[in-house]
């Protein structure tokens, strides 16, 4: 009795030490070692092509490459430091208002905590007739600034929402109404992986989400939010990265290549590899012809199939290439995205009127102050941190360079 006291008591005072340990600020230097990122066009095409080759080289049946991507799932959080943010659970203290009533799904302002002091901005789309438990949608946006009220947005979140799904768009940091940091700020592909896992938990904590259809789905540097959360978190139980899939290019933004997520002493690797992670769960990858993505029918497609194939569901990796047309995410993608998560989130497309393609007319768009969480009846709570330098101290980490 008395040893297991003791060894309690020890363990205690462990805890309390590593949780002192773990107050000591980190330097962005050692969270970010240069020699470490993979950053644009690191590759060009050629060796693109050349790397896949060694890439798949790399595993040969279901259990190495299951070891490979539990590797590479390791390599990504070491990379953002994941371990470094504070324990939240649960406690996102919403704030929900303007409900609008639209043509067959509703939309609300909803700001969740992201942890104590910095906050996600964002809309619900709602269908207008729920079930008891619905499927939901995560919806982050590549990089414009008010993206998430933009047209393309707007269009497709209310299309799922008619389709009868929850749909939840959020800023990007340092975008539109997350005004707390800046954009290219060092740690934003942290803050931005950590964001899109509380959308994720806030969605799974309503009691009208059903946790086993939760899809996912953005645009360039939506895309790489989506398979960079598909690939470390399971519970996106259905994936669509839309023209950001790349063998070659790895993201030119602080946000997708600025933390080294793509390499470390135990792993070496590239999107392609962090979208294939979502096997076996539905896939769908859309690429055009003019951006990085415009190989995808021969090598970043056939790769994925591959890897697929280990688990016998090569029926689950869709790809829609779209060779004529350019980096968005607009109508033919869309297009492309809304049957396939009808089909697997349990969706019915028949409530999108069809007449030789899906007609959008019955969304209205609407001005960007109708969709904003914080005006002057709903102002961002007291305790915001404000600036990359506070958020950056508030979780440890100091600036040496
Ligand atoms: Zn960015």
């Known amino acids: 009795m008395f040893s297991f006291h003791r060894s309690l008591a020890s363990l205690f005072a462990f805890s309390i030490f590593t949780s002192l340990v773990a107050k000591e600020p980190i330097t962005l230097s050692e969270v970010i070692p240069k020699n470490s990122l993979r950053q644009g066009h690191f590759w060009t095409p050629d060796e693109a092509n050349l790397e896949m080759k060694a890439l798949a080289k790399t595993w040969d049946d279901r259990a190495s490459w299951e070891r490979r991507a539990s590797s590479i799932r390791e390599g990504i959080l070491k990379g953002l430091h994941w371990d470094w943010m504070p324990k939240v659970e649960g406690d996102f203290r919403p704030i929900i208002h303007s409900r609008k009533k639209m043509d067959g799904y509703f939309v609300e302002n909803i700001a969740i905590q992201s942890f104590p002091g910095f906050y996600i901005t964002g809309n619900l789309y709602l269908p207008a007739e729920p079930k008891k438990r619905n499927p939901a949608i995560l919806n982050p946006h590549g990089h414009a600034s008010d993206k998430r009220v933009m047209e393309d947005v707007q269009k497709r979140c209310a299309v799922f929402a008619r389709m009868g799904a929850i749909a939840f768009a959020y800023d990007m940091v340092g975008y539109a109404e997350s005004t707390q940091v800046n954009h290219k700020m060092p740690i934003a592909a942290l803050l931005q992986a950590w964001n899109s896992t509380r959308v994720l938990e806030y969605l799974l904590s309503r009691p009208d989400v059903d946790s086993e259809r939760i899809g996912m789905t953005g645009g360039s540097g939506g895309g790489t939010q989506t398979f960079v959360l598909t690939a470390i978190d399971d519970r996106i139980t259905v994936s669509a990265p839309v023209v950001q899939v790349s063998a070659h290019f790895f993201g030119g933004c602080v946000c997708e290549s600025g933390m080294a997520i793509h390499e470390s002493d135990s792993h070496g690797t590239n999107n ?92 209205t768009i609407l001005p960007p102050d109708d969709l904003y969480v914080f005006n002057e009846a709903h102002p961002r709570p007291g305790d915001a941190l404000i600036g990359d330098e506070a958020v950056m101290e508030y979780l440890g980490f100091s600036d040496d360079r």
């Open 272 to 363: 392609v590899e962090f979208a294939a992670m979502a096997a076996p769960r539905p896939l769908m990858i859309v690429s055009d012809g003019a951006d990085w993505t415009r190989n995808s029918p021969r090598i970043e497609y056939p790769y994925i199939q591959s890897v697929y194939a280990l688990f016998d569901a090569e029926h689950k990796a869709e790809h829609v290439h779209l060779h004529g047309e350019g980096h968005d995410y607009g109508y033919s993608k869309r297009s492309a995205v809304y049957p396939f998560f009808a089909f697997h989130l349990g969706l019915s497309y028949k409530r999108i009127p069809y007449d030789n393609g899906f007609d959008e007319s019955f969304v």
